[in-house]
């Protein structure tokens, strides 16, 4: 794929030409300045250098306007380079649309496994379609990684231990890298893929036609479970480590109850309170006395033992569902 020299990776999501026209403000910015203090510097050194005739006396030692001036300049300057920066940064790394198709994915040492909303789940490739925000939830099941993707300009740590989210929105049909940019282990220069950017029709099709491209399957990592496969694998697992048996619907004395509690707010034990989002749930079945809900004791077992990130997953894919239900009745 040599398309020759280019100073930039391709712009191939929304938040390419934002980024890009951020980073040409900064580099011209830098050059400016680089030039006009090392221009006044070569300047002043040769029209001052020792023997020249030039005068001397009558130096004055301040000037309130140039004073003013070089404490301005670079104050105005800096909060357009913060503000702006800080909105982009809020835009890539806040939360998506809310229709933006979810895509879950994990590193590990070395490769990336990803899952699609139907279950459909590629290794080091990834199918995303044109046009359409696309959500990534990303964990990892080893060490940090990180997710980098230069063509949308887009890079997110991927950590063990807690979800990290990115978007995008692809622009641009066409096949990207896919980079892990965090050192890893030997093989971490090899942690590469590709990310594919198809029209919205094609990806249909694509999801359909099975979609698994690559050869390597299995790993012990991820299936290919429809959404309402997860679900109910995840309400098997509920019930085989009996989490009904304290987290009853009907009887909330001992524990609180799951229905509803996706996407709600939480009150907790110190006061302060939290959306159960997929990282909350998640810390709450691994690490169950870091986050107490108001009015209970810190009771629970840590399941840490028992599951991996994939049957996390599935728990967690069920205690969705119970919020979906509820919404579904709604009128
Ligand atoms: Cu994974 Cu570097």
Not at 40 to 47: D, E, I, N, Y
Not at 53 to 58: A, I, P
Not at 70 to 80: D, F, K, N, Q
Request: with cysteine.
């Amino acid at each position: 794929m040599v398309r020759g020299f280019s100073l930039l990776p391709e712009q191939a999501s929304s938040f390419a030409q934002q980024v890009d026209r951020l980073f040409l403000f900064l580099t011209v910015v830098t050059v400016f300045f680089t030039l006009l203090v090392t221009g006044l510097v070569l300047f002043f050194a040769f029209r001052y250098r020792h023997g020249s005739r030039v005068r001397r006396e009558g130096a004055k030692d301040t000037d309130l306007r140039l004073e003013i001036g070089w404490s301005l300049v670079p104050l105005i300057v800096g909060l357009t380079a913060f503000v702006w920066s800080a909105k982009l940064y809020a835009g890539i790394y806040g939360p998506p649309p809310a229709d933006a198709l979810e895509i879950f994915g994990v590193g590990k040492q070395w490769m990336w496994y990803f899952q699609h909303p139907n279950g459909v789940r590629e290794n080091n490739e990834l199918h995303v379609p044109l046009g359409r925000p696309v959500k990534m939830t990303l964990i990892s099941q080893d060490v940090i990684h990180s997710f980098f993707v230069p063509a949308f300009r887009v890079k997110r740590d991927v950590l063990p231990g807690s979800y990290n989210m990115v978007w995008f929105v692809p622009t641009k049909p066409g096949k990207y890298h896919l980079f892990c940019a965090e050192y890893c282990g030997t093989q971490h220069s090899r942690m590469t893929g590709w990310v594919t950017v198809m029209k919205p029709e094609e990806y249909e099709t694509w999801l359909t036609g099975g979609g698994s491209t690559s050869g390597v399957s299995g790993q012990g990592v991820m299936s290919n479970l429809s959404p309402e496969q997860m679900v109910a694998e995840g309400e098997k697992l509920y019930r085989q480590l009996r989490c009904n048996a304290c987290h009853s619907a009907s009887d909330t004395t001992r524990a609180p109850g799951h229905k509803g509690l996706y996407g709600k707010k939480v009150k907790l034990r110190d006061g302060s309170e939290i959306i159960a989002d997929e990282n909350y749930l998640r810390e709450s079945i691994l690490n169950p006395s870091a986050k107490v809900v108001a009015g209970y004791q810190p009771t629970m077992p840590s399941y840490g033992g028992l599951l991996n990130e994939e049957r996390v997953h599935l728990l967690i894919a069920y205690l969705k569902s119970l919020s979906k239900s509820e919404e579904r009745k709604k009128p």
